[in-house]
């Protein structure tokens, strides 16, 4: 029964990260028949758009927009690749360029909360290192407290800002990045689009949800 139970409990945490990752890479393969990369189709939709002060640039940092510095970022192989996955990615990032160029309010509020989250995190982790110190020293429940407390302001905040994050990700994926991708990809390959573009929404549910994996391993650890 037990095993069963975290059989299903990994499922239910791995398996999103897992699907995205394939829907990704099954349609990576590159393709002649496309005119141009992921990061071509990218500087050209910021240009048609009007979305100015927007540049798009390679990263190491995985694909993403940044709202603070104006960037459309994508990793080398959509920047560079022409495959469906590479201009579905690219067109999707592009709709998070939209969605601050028109002042969508959600996506500013996620700015604002992803601050937060941040010093959160900064937070949890400094008292993960001190509340080990500070328990030994004084034996007191005290300590024991800080760690539970600092897993969840660690892994408790990253998995709420994921999981608001997501009704942002399909806003860009299918309000802005879809009908984009109408007009540049042919429409045989448009229910695989669609495929990957819920592949880039849900790869935050993925992170989210490994935030709480992460958050139950701690609290399962302190109750021990």
């Known amino acids: 029964m037990w095993l069963l139970l975290v059989g299903g409990l990994l499922a239910l945490f791995l398996l999103p990260n897992v699907w995205a990752r394939w829907v990704l890479a099954r349609h990576s393969a590159p393709r002649d028949d496309y005119p141009g990369s992921g990061g071509e189709l990218a500087e050209h939709l910021v240009e ?41 990615v690219a067109a999707h990032e592009v ?5 601050h160029h028109q002042g969508y309010q959600p996506l500013l509020a996620r700015t604002r909360l992803v601050r ?3 010093g959160a995190e900064k937070l949890g ?14 034996r007191t429940p005290t300590g024991l407290a800080l760690v539970i407390l600092a897993a969840v302001l660690s892994f408790g905040t990253a998995a ?20 984009l ?9 448009m229910p695989a689009a669609r495929h990957l573009l819920t592949a880039c929404a849900f790869t935050y549910v993925a992170a ?15 109750r021990r």
């Open 95 to 99: 709709g998070h360029a939209i969605q």
């Open 208 to 222: 989210s949800l490994a935030s709480l994996l992460n958050l139950g391993r701690w609290l399962v650890i302190l």
């Open 116 to 118: 937060l989250a941040q």
């Open 125 to 138: 982790a400094a008292l993960m290192m001190a509340a080990p110190l500070l328990f030994l020293l004084t």
């Open 160 to 179: 709420l800002v994921h999981l608001i994050t997501l009704p942002v990700e399909l806003d860009a994926s299918y309000r802005r990045a879809l009908p």
């Open 48 to 88: 048609r758009l009007g979305l100015e002060g927007v540049a798009v640039e390679v990263t190491e940092a995985g694909d993403h927009y940044d709202p603070e510095a104006r960037r459309v970022r994508l990793s080398p192989e959509h920047f560079e690749g022409r495959s469906l996955t590479a201009v579905t």
């Open 181 to 189: 991708l109408k007009e540049y990809v042919p429409p045989y390959d």
